[in-house]
């Protein structure tokens, strides 16, 4: 395989979301989402699999 021929991982995934760190919770022990933000996610899912229930 020539070297050109090799995928990178920056090929295979396109991120679909910003990631932000909170630092004030621990790692181990995360807060808990509002329903708000919970259906967003839930939704925001379902869109990227081709769930339309």
């Not at 395989?1 to 995928?7: G, I, K, R, Y």
């Not at 679909?16 to 967003?40: C, G």
């Not at 996610?41 to 869109?47: D, F, I, K, L």
Request: proline residues 6%; without cysteine.
């Amino acid at each position: 395989m020539a070297a050109d021929d090799q995928t990178d991982l920056s090929d295979v995934m396109i991120p679909s979301e910003e990631v932000h760190p909170d630092r004030k919770e621990h790692a181990k022990t995360p807060k808990h989402l509002d329903d708000d933000e919970l259906a967003r996610r839930t939704e925001h899912e379902r869109q990227i699999v081709g769930d339309d229930d």
